[in-house]
């Protein structure tokens, strides 16, 4: 069972950069493609972000391209999610992910084995 944590969320302005942090417990993340999804208010979860397990391959949500950028670190066992240009619309409660099946860059919540808690971000107009 992998554990992972999420933190960096928080109260940002319209245009304001954040960096969430997801911190696994075991070196089996090394092996796992991480993804970040996200869950608005009255909304669905959606897929954000995606990165292979060497970081070789990326995959974003046409919302957050250009934006956003998915990133990790197999000796820390940590992802990141490097947000910039914030707008409203990103206010959710993110989540990161971590898939077992090997070289799968899952876009689906299904393909997903591990979930964290959740961060909140808040972006204010």
């Known amino acids: 069972q992998e554990r992972l944590v999420e933190s960096g969320g928080g109260l940002v302005q319209t245009g304001g950069s954040l960096r969430l942090s997801c911190a696994a417990s075991?070196?089996?993340?090394?092996?796992?493609?991480m993804g970040w999804f996200r869950q608005a208010p009255g909304k669905e979860r959606e897929f954000v972000a995606a990165?292979?397990?060497?970081?070789?391959?990326?995959d974003y949500a046409d919302s957050v391209k250009g934006r956003f950028t998915i990133s990790r670190d197999n000796a820390k066992l940590t992802v990141y999610l490097q947000m910039n240009s914030l707008k409203p619309e990103d206010t959710a409660i993110y989540y990161c992910a971590a898939d077992r099946t090997p070289a799968r860059l899952g876009l689906y919540q299904e393909n997903y084995d591990y979930w964290g808690r959740g961060t909140q971000v808040t972006v204010s107009s």
């Open positions: 990165i292979l397990w060497n970081g070789r391959s990326t």
């Open positions: 075991g070196r089996t993340f090394r092996s796992y493609t």
